[in-house]
């Protein structure tokens, strides 16, 4: 970006603690309200019991990199924070069963799961796969009380899974696209000197979603930002990404914005560092498995900016926790959301004095509880979680951040923090409760 943009980046990173601080004042509240959070106890009625949960997500294929690092990350987290690392002191067990990136082989896999035993499920990659879960598990409930499942969804970000198509079962503990797009868009509108940006997305749902909501939020905020061009490509197919990024070069374009993810984003990005592109790139999903290193393999450092719930150099407890996964696994530990998922389990289990699913779920609904950055809300109405967003910029470690990523000298660093408060939307959830 140029002179004026770099120097508000700049005091946007020195005012994002401030914002930070004060959207989780207002959660600290409510929390307060409620008692404050739940002590640790390993010695309880619920002490050494067993939590199964089924980890259901792509375990081949081209998207089995991310995959396995989410079971890795809900797996190890699951370790952690077992026995007096939650307020329940149950034992959390998880395994990881690979439905191939495909709705039906997760139907396939929930009955597996189901006749096997497991009562908690959790998904993150699809959201094609998301709703189809979320159905199954809804019929199933209503068929099989007694057996009845809870599904925790830490990445499949389709608003419709919390408005038009939301389940009394369903909790989603990552903020969706449209809370995601609002964050950016905002920050796009401080930027005066960004006119024109390029839409550039996976033809499917999530992609198609990315799009729509960037033309519908930055519509909202009246921005001056206008779209040269919107393609859709299709999903982890695109062999060579050189030509999409020579028309980006064409348009004019002053940034790109894209939903891309795993192999699609390092191909994304491999070719842009070909082309010489290095226009400003917006996304969600830089930090996933393999992208920070094809970032780092750049002669002069990119210019891409993360959207998300996280950065590279969380504070404490995660700080510790990222430092032990990369000395057992050699990759970062990203998928955060774990840790949140796994403490509402063990908050709602202690405090209803049980493990059953069915008066689990009815616990975690509107259930304010702390997360892996401060206090965070499961909203009743639609049991979307109330998180804020990072925009994080991609930079050369320094004294203030100095964990690089995927070990390069490299990391996020955020430059605004959005709480959830500011970047939520109404909702269009018309829940059926048992």
């Known amino acids: 970006m140029n002179q004026r943009t770099q120097e508000m980046t700049v005091r946007l990173r020195r005012r994002w603690l401030v914002g930070r601080r004060h959207g989780l004042k207002v959660l600290c509240i409510g929390l307060a309200l409620q008692g404050g959070a739940a002590p640790v106890m390993a010695d309880g009625p619920l002490a050494g019991k067993t939590v199964r949960i089924a980890f259901i997500d792509p375990l081949s294929g081209p998207l089995a990199d991310v995959g396995r690092n989410g079971l890795r990350s809900w797996q190890f987290m699951a370790e952690r924070k077992s026995g007096a690392g939650n307020a329940a002191?149950?034992?959390?067990?998880?395994?990881?069963?690979?439905?191939?990136?495909?709705?039906?082989?997760?139907?396939?896999?929930?009955?597996?799961?189901?006749?096997?035993?497991?009562?908690?499920?959790?998904?993150?990659?699809?959201?094609?796969?998301?709703?189809?879960?979320?159905?199954?598990v809804t019929r199933h409930n209503a068929q099989q009380p007694d057996k009845a499942v809870v599904f925790i969804n830490y990445a499949a970000m389709d608003p419709a899974l919390t408005?038009?198509?939301?389940?009394?079962?369903?909790?989603?503990?990552?903020?969706d696209?449209?809370?995601?797009?609002?964050?950016?868009?905002?920050?796009?509108?401080?930027?005066?000197?960004?006119?024109?940006?390029?839409?550039?997305?996976?033809?499917?749902?999530?992609?198609?979603?990315?799009?729509?909501?960037?033309?519908?939020?930055?519509?909202?905020?009246?921005?001056?930002?206008?779209?040269?061009?919107?393609?859709?490509?299709?999903p982890f197919q695109v062999e060579d990404f050189r030509p999409y990024v020579q028309r980006i070069k064409e348009s004019g374009a002053q940034a790109v914005i894209t939903g891309n993810w795993?192999?699609?984003?390092?191909?994304?990005?491999?070719?842009?560092?070909?082309?010489?592109?290095?226009?400003?790139?917006?996304?969600?999903?830089?930090?996933?498995?393999?992208?920070?290193?094809?970032?780092?393999?750049a002669p002069s450092t990119m210019s891409v900016y993360q959207i998300a719930y996280s950065h590279?150099?969380?504070?404490?407890?995660?700080?510790?926790?990222?430092?032990?996964?990369?000395k057992r696994y050699g990759e970062d530990l990203v998928v955060l959301a774990s840790y949140d998922?796994?403490?509402?389990?063990?908050?709602?289990m202690q405090r209803i004095g049980s493990t059953d699913a069915a008066r689990v779920a009815a616990r975690l609904s509107g259930m304010i509880f702390q997360?892996?950055?401060?206090?965070?809300?499961?909203?009743?109405?639609?049991?979307?979680?109330?998180?804020?967003?990072y925009i994080s910029r991609w930079q050369k470690v320094d004294a203030a951040f100095p964990q690089g990523a995927e070990g390069t000298d490299h990391t996020f660093v955020p430059v605004q923090f959005l709480p959830g408060s500011e970047i939520t939307g109404s909702s269009r959830c018309h829940m059926q409760r048992p």
């Open 371 to 389: 997360g892996f950055n401060g206090p965070v809300q499961m909203r009743a109405d639609d049991h979307q979680l109330q998180k804020g967003v």
């Open 163 to 175: 408005n038009e198509k939301c389940s009394f079962w369903h909790f989603r503990i990552d903020a």
């Open 312 to 326: 590279t150099n969380q504070e404490a407890p995660m700080d510790e926790f990222a430092s032990a996964f990369r």
């Open 341 to 348: 998922g796994l403490e509402m389990l063990g908050q709602a």
């Open 177 to 234: 696209t449209s809370m995601k797009m609002r964050a950016l868009t905002r920050f796009l509108k401080q930027q005066p000197d960004l006119k024109k940006v390029y839409l550039l997305n996976q033809n499917y749902a999530h992609g198609q979603q990315v799009a729509l909501y960037f033309r519908q939020e930055i519509a909202r905020q009246q921005a001056d930002v206008t779209v040269v061009d919107d393609v859709l490509h299709a």
């Open 262 to 297: 795993g192999v699609d984003m390092r191909r994304l990005v491999q070719a842009m560092q070909e082309e010489g592109v290095n226009l400003p790139l917006f996304a969600y999903y830089p930090n996933l498995k393999g992208t920070p290193t094809a970032l780092a393999r």
């Open 89 to 136: 002191g149950v034992r959390f067990l998880v395994a990881g069963f690979d439905n191939k990136g495909s709705p039906q082989e997760s139907l396939n896999v929930l009955k597996v799961v189901i006749d096997q035993g497991f009562r908690y499920i959790v998904q993150g990659n699809s959201s094609g796969a998301a709703a189809a879960l979320s159905d199954a």
